[in-house]
Every structure is written in C-alpha cells, then in structure tokens.
C-alpha cells in the first residue's frame, strides 16, 4: 500500500467506504491519479487531485451542471475538495477509443451517439463557466511558437503569428454568442461506452471536463472528429459532420469555424506534445503529431485560414512539415 498517497484511508472512511477494496490506475498527462475501489457489491471511482498543482473544484462544478442539465457526468459521491479527493461514479471499462480497438464495426454508430450527444449539450443553454475568447485561442495556439518552434531549431515571427491568428478567428467571434458549453477534451479517450442494461440511458458517459468554458460549438465537435490520439478516417469525419450539421442546423459559415477551430486546436496540440516531452519527460506524445499535422494541413487549406496558412508557409519550411510528419526528433 506504499504507493498510495496519503490520506486515502480516511477519506474513503469519511465517505463510508473504509472498507473498500483500491485498485490504483495507471495516469497519463496530469498530477491526477485514478483508484479503482470497490466495497462488496458497490464499486466507485477515485480521483486524486492533489493541491496545488489540481484542483477539483473545476470538475465538481462542471460535473454537477452536467448531471443538472440531463447530461452524463458521473455522479458524484463523496468529496473532500481542498485536500483533492473525488469519489465519483465508476462507469466501467468500455472507454470508446478501447473498445473500438477490439470492434470497429461499431465505429459509424459509436460515432453518431457522440455527435448526437453534442448537439444534444449544445440546445442546453450555456453553463455558469468562463468565456473561449480570443486571449484564450491565442494563449493556446501559441504553444506551436513556444515550444515546437524552438524544438524544431526555427526562430519564427511570434508577433506575426498572432497577429494571423487575430484576422482568422475574428470574422468566428461573433458566431459564438452567446455561445455553448465547450468540454474542451471531447474525445475518444475521454467518452465511456455505458452497459444500456445498467444504465438505462443508452448515453456515453462524459470525463476530463474540468476545463469547460462557453464557446463556438465546432471546437468539440473538431475535438471528436479530429482525434490527436485515435485515426478518424477522413470519409467518417465528413459523415460525422454532416450529420452534426444535419442535427444543429446549421448555418452557412459552419464549416469555415470548423476549419478555424481545428487549425487553432491542432496547433495548440503540437504544442502541447512538444512540451510533454521536452519539459516533461514523457516523449511518447511525439507519436501523435504527425497525425496531428495531417489533420491541421487540411485545416489550413481552408480559405478561411488563409492567414494562418501564409504564416506557416514563411516560418516552418515544407520540407520541416513533411519530413516524420513533423514529429520533433
């Protein structure tokens, strides 16, 4: 039990469940740690948020909205929020991207659920959450200058960039009022597959949502249909947005937004990559950007990139975008 941080015991005691059997749970990208527990016939999920690098006092609120509003977060159980302990409802194995490994011939109808639970979310009115503006596009897109950039050797025109960013995603901000409920991370990873039978829904259950603002309902659409971490071939992503399109109805400009928000989105990945490896030792995530390139290169074709697209043009040289997928070495 010497891995498991301390105060666990008495949480779990506090919450009615200190006899309950910990499974710990290998993590990923965060300072958040997953356990498994289970109490007889009772099992639950726990997460570890440990201050002050986390802090789940973001996840509780969305978490809560979700469940407010008919949509499925877990439910939440016991939570000791200042010391960073969530015990929430465990929704079992059957993450999407996992399950589809073991059978693609569910993928069209996986896929049309999710979508459908988004366009589901976006006719809620927005939740009580922060604006996705344009500091806040910016502040992402920049981690391609701040740290991919440098990794690659290039010194690039940062003020110049931005400022291309500013002509493109302007025209969008005005589209975004007054705006959906973004989850941010929607996708395959971050979607669980629920046994009808014991849910009763026949819904996906939602997780890592902590970040949601209020914005353009494309970015979590482009999120699921352009997955840094699982092949979307590209003829289901255009299925899976007409179908989208078809649900939302909407309108003419759609699909340039779409095309604006992948481009930020994928480059603020690249960056993000960049950074897992370089800063934290996790260089694993270099094996997502080449397909992450491939997908911003049919982003930036869009004319409505076209300042963006001028922009990698003069500072990232073809050959840099080409070689390895422009996976850093």
Request: net charge negative; with cysteine; hydrophobic share 40%.
């Amino acid at each position: 039990m010497s891995e498991l941080p301390d105060g666990i015991d008495s949480f779990l005691k506090s919450a009615g469940w200190g006899d309950a059997e910990i499974d710990p749970i290998p993590g990923d990208a965060s300072f958040r740690r997953y356990f498994r527990v289970r109490d007889g016939s009772r099992k639950a999920m726990l997460m570890f948020a440990p201050p002050p690098e986390e802090d789940p006092a973001p996840f509780l609120h969305v978490a809560k909205w979700l469940n407010g509003n008919k949509l499925r977060g877990p439910d939440i159980y016991a939570d000791d929020a200042a010391s960073g302990w969530v015990l929430i409802e465990d929704f079992g194995n059957d993450r999407m991207r996992d399950w589809l490994d073991d059978n693609p011939a569910g993928e069209e109808e996986a896929y049309r659920t999710a979508i459908a639970a988004l366009a589901q979310l976006h006719r809620v009115p927005a939740g009580p959450f922060g604006a996705y503006d344009m500091e806040v596009y910016q502040r992402e897109a920049d981690l391609l200058t701040e740290w991919y950039c440098p990794s690659m050797g290039l010194t690039v025109d940062a003020d110049s960039y931005r400022a291309a960013w500013a002509d493109a995603l302007k025209p969008m901000l005005a589209r975004q009022q007054p705006g959906v409920t973004v989850l941010r991370d929607y996708h395959a990873e971050n979607i669980m597959l629920l046994d009808p039978a014991a849910d009763g829904s026949g819904a996906q259950g939602l997780i890592d949502f902590q970040d949601a603002l209020v914005g353009h309902p494309a970015y979590d659409v482009v999120s699921l249909l352009q997955d840094a971490r699982r092949e979307v071939p590209e003829d289901l992503e255009r299925r899976m947005l007409d179908h989208y399109i078809g649900l939302a109805e909407c309108d003419d400009d759609f699909e340039a937004d779409y095309a604006r928000l992948g481009a930020q989105r994928n480059a603020k990945i690249v960056g993000i990559f960049t950074r897992l490896c370089k800063r934290d030792g996790k260089p694993h995530y270099l094996d997502f950007i080449p397909r992450v390139w491939r997908a911003m290169e049919r982003d930036l074709a869009h004319p409505a990139l076209a300042p963006v697209a001028d922009w990698f043009d003069a500072n990232i040289p073809q050959q840099i975008r080409n070689d390895n997928g422009g996976r850093p070495q």
